[in-house]
């Protein structure tokens, strides 16, 4: 089906927001009016981006299979940008980016309305920051020409490092510079990568150095895969973050403002994922088999670890971002189990993540704008003040540990299932995580609303007002309809990563001929 | 023609009446909150009995509905499908008839307690995730009930939230059956892997055709252990059970509903629903059984010196689970199945009644306050009698068929073994001590508890502990409790006593010519010949030879004699010499201490695991790795580059000659390298 929207849909979700932003900046400082402009912005985004799997052409189960290689990349807009580097304006998605983009778009208004009231100084620059980063997080995942990715990735961290500089708690500025050092120090292997490519290939194009790599016109290619696979993978990383690396994340997260920490936790972490997949899988798939054994024992130290870790924070911040430790190493646990299960569980695990911790994040934030603390034991007994949000903090984390009907159920089912049946030891090592998951969640929700209330203070807390559950349902509803209904999202998944695995069965079948 | 049960419609139904009450509860009245949760569930039963009467017409006794498709991914598929036999049936009937009689119940008990909407919609809830568990067609699907019910008790145990033991308990509870999910999920990975399905009929399938010859004998017995872990979770079996006897914290209709009658037994229905895996893995088989008998056993110990009248019941509760694995183990499942439905029967109804006396007394737990309350509540007591009698294994009441089955194939079975049998025959006189013992000191004697009524007329709740929770912040004060003095339930709470009494005594006699095994004996009949693992039948069968029959007669006598025995020892130690257990508790101090704390095995687990994750996380990972090694290497490097550049940016000090002598350095630097690698 296509449609005249076709070619510029993405653009104009792409680009949207950005729009957006510039005309925040000449807007007068009326801070309401700026406020629902930016709603409205944000959810005119998001609704044109609806558009993208409502007329997503379906490729057929693998199992269904007789695979004449469909197409891939939708939406496709292809034009010269710049001569020299042979630099082009390439947008497309498959059936992992394009929910990634709708779980961008699906979060940013809820962050909009979360920040309703937290953020009272500064507000126009906080709403265009916004705006740009969504601009910046879309672009990521829409662009398939590596300059142009470069661009977009290192985009993000200008308008996230200043939200947490500008907007955070505490010690913000220390957080911001180690997220930004952290992060931007990583992402110079992977330009590295890119010039090599670039300097071999002589284009950026994505598809183009795919197809030259897999038909084997990149000289030296033999020699420097190794080390492009590692620029990539060290810069993706960081990103996502995987063990060792990952110990920017709880700093970040504790002193972003909440809506900061939505999109952090939501989609900034999915970058390092989306790239693995795309690049680390999609150009170097030799070498991914061949290091996969490594990146899925850190993938499983970050499971636990994370977990364990989470199990005795003492601040909801941050034991929030120790599972999403966990939850990530979950995710590249399935990337790198090369099987089809195994691959949409981490697809659809990074969405469902994206929804139940972004909720998580959301859901600490309203604690935050009545107590002014994310330490747990300020808390205790909650559930009398405040039921109802009691009762949505319990319905998000169990979401989060995998209950079935949920959605952090399917992804988890489905990257174990495909890890086990790749080394079933890993398998094994990572359904722990079932455990663990449990132990810090409800030892959490025990100490937080459970008990009688210890501290004067909290008898008082009012409970959730109209905007609040209004940026609550969404995530809620969302996460039950993810559990319930996952076809919606695996039929488009299943076909990307079918492709994504192609080159993968080759290269074994290739391996057991002679 | 097979006729469309709308199996799906069954568990649908109590989940509409848990979202309506869940949403919209806060607002109704009392009166208009149990209406909905009794419809719904009263459906849910009316639709299971329909589904029961249509059932014969089915000839082959399969049905099988796929409503649509859950998951799908590459080659894997489950889907939302539902299945019906025998077993199923038998399962659903009584979940739905329990549970429907326990929701009336309900409404009596918990009329006066704060978030009245909240409790129906658990239970609600609950029933939908059981009968989701019961009806699935495949793991996965089971997996989905499996994990409700689970959540549903979390919910129902933590019920009272503002008392920190409930919150415990709930949360202990969750956790310890995650230990087990974690069983259970490995053991579905490796189905998947070697079978390609979770869908039963094609699973079971493909398992008939590959002998475990062809599969590697390990991996038949994997997945049984596996799955067995689950099992033990969800059923609290050695070494999962701990959790039970902390979730009699929730209130008394849970308990008796989820920690009793229903959701406790789902592990027995899923060993005997994965019979083909078991009958071809004896190494695991064995393993249940064993772990049955041993958990039937030290339960029943522990049962005996629990003075907290939930407390015996539960311990009762896991050492009867245990009689159940037993069976399983030995491939007797016709005889899990049919404990299964007698102990929901009696010990369902036994909760109730201890629901009752604790309403009568104002919400006393300890035996040790009551006693002489036979003429107070009569209905109460002639309940509690009924059902006490039945688990004690008295003829003819419905606990005798049941557990005189299991005491039979636990000996006579293939996998059977006279060790099984004499653990079981003794597991039998303690249930009959430990049972009579708290028959006794409830309602015989003088009553005891008048004192601590008299220190405390300003509470009627009574003792913040069980029914009355008089923490709870939503609590109104209730005129009914403690005032009047000890008082008889109202009808709404008696009836569905009355009728799980009349069921404990007649329960059993289904079993009357093998109707109830020839019943189920299709679904572990395999290949249309008998089941693989050989079972014999009991002597009331005409084709029992006749040596086996003596045998069997003298094996019921022993284990009646055993009962006996049991009786006569609570009646001289509780009621003829009450000084006596003092005595002797103090002549076996040590044994008698160890068993009193459950064998120290919370504090075992606490000190082997709890304390132990818990410091190490904090101390070895948090404190350890992330902060000082990982986090502060992140720092020194970043403190190192700035010291190194601070040290460089002298070199660009402004100074010409400084420059050229670098210059010259350089070169010479240069030089030498291109000497050193040969460039002319």
């Given amino acids: ?136 997080l879309i672009g990521v995942f829409v662009s398939l020409d590596l300059f142009l990715f470069y661009f977009f990735w290192e985009a993000t961290l200008i308008p996230m490092a200043l939200l947490i500089g500008m907007y955070g708690h505490g010690r913000r500025v220390y957080a911001a510079i180690k997220f930004f050092l952290y992060t931007m120090i990583a992402s110079v292997f992977m330009l590295a990568a890119v010039l090599w490519l670039y300097a071999k290939t002589g284009t950026f194009d994505f598809v183009q150095i795919q197809t030259a790599i897999h038909n084997g016109q990149v000289e030296n290619l033999t020699l420097a895969a190794p080390w492009l696979f590692l620029g990539f ?131 600490a934030g309203i604690l935050f704008e009545r107590r002014h603390t994310y330490e747990i034991t300020e808390f205790g007994g909650l559930a009398t003040p405040m039921p109802i949000y009691a009762s949505f903090f319990l319905f998000i984390v169990l979401s989060s540990l995998g209950l079935p009907l949920l959605n952090g159920f399917v992804g988890e089912f489905l990257v174990l299932s495909g890890a086990f049946r790749d080394r079933a030891v890993y398998g094994i090592l990572g359904a722990t995580g079932v455990i663990w998951s449990a132990c810090y969640l409800l030892w959490m929700y025990q100490r937080v609303f459970w008990g009688k209330v210890v501290h004067k203070v909290n008898d008082s807390l009012t409970d959730l007002g109209v905007r609040e559950r209004a940026a609550l349902w969404p995530p809620a509803v969302m996460a039950l309809l993810m559990g319930v209904v996952p076809l919606v999202w695996l039929k488009v998944i299943d076909g990307a990563v079918h492709s994504a695995l192609l080159p993968l069965a080759q290269i074994a079948s290739r391996g057991t001929m002679p | 023609m097979s006729p469309n049960f709308h199996l799906w419609l069954i568990p649908l139904l109590p989940l509409l009446g848990a979202a309506i009450n869940g949403l919209f509860g806060w607002r109704f009245s009392r ?41 799908r991914a590459g080659d894997f598929q489950a889907d939302f499908g539902f299945y019906l036999d025998q077993l199923s049936l038998i399962m659903l009937l009584i979940v739905a008839g329990v549970g429907f009689l326990i929701h009336i119940y309900s409404v009596g008990y918990m009329w006066e307690e704060g978030g009245f909407y909240r409790f129906f919609s658990y239970l609600n809830l609950f029933l939908f995730f059981m009968l989701t568990l019961i009806l699935a067609s495949n793991y996965l699907l089971m997996f989905v009930g499996w994990e409700g019910v689970g959540l549903a008790s979390y919910l129902l145990i933590g019920f009272w939230f503002t008392r920190d033991q409930a919150a415990s308990a709930g949360k202990k509870a969750f956790i310890v059956n995650r230990v087990g999910d974690f069983g259970f999920l490995i053991g579905l990975f490796l189905l998947i ?11 079971f399938a493909s398992i008939r055709l590959h002998s475990p010859e062809t599969q590697g004998a390990g991996l038949l017995t994997s997945i049984a252990l596996l799955l067995m872990l689950g099992a033990c979770g969800k059923s609290a079996q050695i070494p999962l059970y701990v959790w039970l006897p902390d979730a009699m914290e929730g209130p008394t209709p849970v308990s008796a509903l989820i920690h009793a009658a229903t959701m406790v037994t789902a592990g027995v229905y899923m060993i005997a629903r994965s019979h083909v895996i078991y009958d071809r893995a004896p190494a695991a088989g064995m393993m249940v059984a064993i772990l049955g008998t041993l958990t039937a056993f030290f339960a029943a110990t522990m049962g005996m010196t629990q003075t907290d009248i939930k407390k015996v019941l539960a311990y009762s509760t896991i050492s009867q689970l245990g009689y159940m694995f037993l069976a399983c183990g030995v491939a007797a499942y016709t005889a899990g199945i049919f404990h299964l439905m007698t102990h929901a029967f009696f010990k369902g109804l036994l909760f109730l009644a201890a629901g009752a006396v604790m309403h009568a007394t104002g919400g006393e737990q300890d035996m040790r306050n009551m006693g002489g309350l036979r003429t107070k509540i009569p209905w109460t007591f002639w309940s509690m009698t009924a059902a006490t009698v039945a688990i004690c294994g008295i003829p003819p009441f419905a606990g005798f068929f049941s557990k005189d089955e299991i005491l039979w194939q636990a000996y006579a079975s293939a996998r059977g073994s006279w060790l099984y049998w004499l653990f079981g025959v003794i597991t039998a006189g303690m249930t009959a001590f430990y049972m009579f013992r708290l028959w006794f000191l409830t309602f015989f004697g003088e009553y005891r508890g008048g004192r601590a009524e008299a220190h405390l007329p300003a509470q009627p709740g009574g003792r913040g502990s069980g029914h009355a929770g008089g923490d709870d ?42 109707t109830f095994e020839n019943f189920l004996s299709p679904v572990f009949r395999e290949g249309g010949t008998d089941s693989l693992v050989e079972t014999r039948p009991t002597s009331t069968g005409v084709e029992s030879p006749v040596e086996e029959g003596g045998k069997e ?85 970043a403190d190192l580059t700035r010291r190194l550049s601070d040290s460089l940016r002298h070199m660009q000090s402004g100074n010409l000659r400084s420059y050229a002598g670098w210059v010259a350095l350089g070169a010479a630097a240069v030089i030498g390298y291109m000497v050193w690698i040969g460039i002319p």
């Fill in chain 1, 1 to 136: 089906m296509t449609t005249g929207l076709d070619h510029w849909i993405l653009t104009l979700v792409t680009f949207i927001p950005l729009a957006g932003a510039l005309l925040l900046l000449v807007a007068p400082r009326r801070d309401r009016d700026l406020r629902l402009f930016a709603l409205a912005v944000s959810l005119l985004d998001f609704l044109l981006s609806l558009h993208l799997p409502a007329y997503f052409e379906h490729q057929p189960y693998a199992s269904d299979l007789t695979f004449a290689g469909a197409r891939v990349f939708q939406y496709e807009l292809n034009r010269p940008w710049i001569r020299v580097p042979n630099i082009h304006y390439h947008v497309g998605v498959d059936g992992i980016s394009t929910w990634l983009v709708l779980l961008t778009t699906f979060l940013t208004p809820l962050c909009v309305l979360i920040s309703w009231k937290s953020i009272a100084e500064r507000v126009k620059e906080f709403f265009i920051l916004l705006l740009v980063l969504e601009t910046a």
């Fill in chain 1, 233 to 363: 993978f060290v810069a993706f990383a960081v990103k996502v973050p995987l063990f060792p690396v990952h110990t920017w994340l709880p700093d970040a997260h504790v002193e972003a403002p909440t809506a900061g920490s939505v999109l952090l936790a939501g989609v900034l972490l999915k970058m390092g994922t989306y790239g693995m997949l795309r690049f680390n899988l999609g150009l170097f798939p030799e070498e991914a088999r061949r290091n996969a054994s490594w990146i899925m024992v850190l993938a499983l130290i970050g499971i636990i670890y994370g977990a364990l870790v989470a199990m005795v924070q003492p601040n909801l911040k941050r034991l929030i971002a120790y599972s999403s430790v966990s939850h990530l190493g979950l995710v590249v646990l399935g990337i790198f189990s090369f099987t089809a299960l195994g691959l949409d569980g981490a697809v659809f695990q990074m969405l469902a993540h994206g929804v139940s911790t972004g909720a998580l994040f959301m859901l």
């Fill in chain 2, 31 to 71: 009166q208009l909150v149990s209406a909905v949760a009794l419809t719904f569930s009263g459906a849910a039963f009316a639709l299971g009995l329909w589904v029961a009467t249509q059932f014969p017409s089915l000839g082959t006794g399969l049905y099988r509905e796929s409503s649509a498709v859950w998951i």
């Fill in chain 2, 193 to 203: 892997k070697h079978f390609g399905s979770l869908d039963f009929e094609t699973l």
């Fill in chain 2, 473 to 514: 912040p939503h609590r109104v004060p209730s005129p009914s409790h403690g005032q009047g003095g000890i008082h008889e339930s109202p009808k709404v709470m008696l009836v569905p006593m009355v009728i799980l009494a009349v069921l404990s005594v007649v329960g059993g006699w289904v079993s009357y010519h093998h």
């Fill in chain 2, 553 to 637: 007669t003298l094996f019921m006598t022993i284990s009646v004699g055993a009962a006996a025995i049991g009786i006569f020892l609570a009646w001289l130690l509780y009621l003829r010499r009450p000084a006596w257990p003092d005595r002797i508790a103090h002549r076996m101090w040590g044994l008698y201490q160890t068993v009193l704390h459950k064998y120290y095995v919370d504090e075992l687990y606490a000190a082997l695991f709890v304390k132990p994750l818990i410091n190490g996380s904090t101390n070895l990972l948090w404190r350890g790795i992330d902060q000082n090694v990982i986090d502060a290497g992140a720092d020194q490097s």
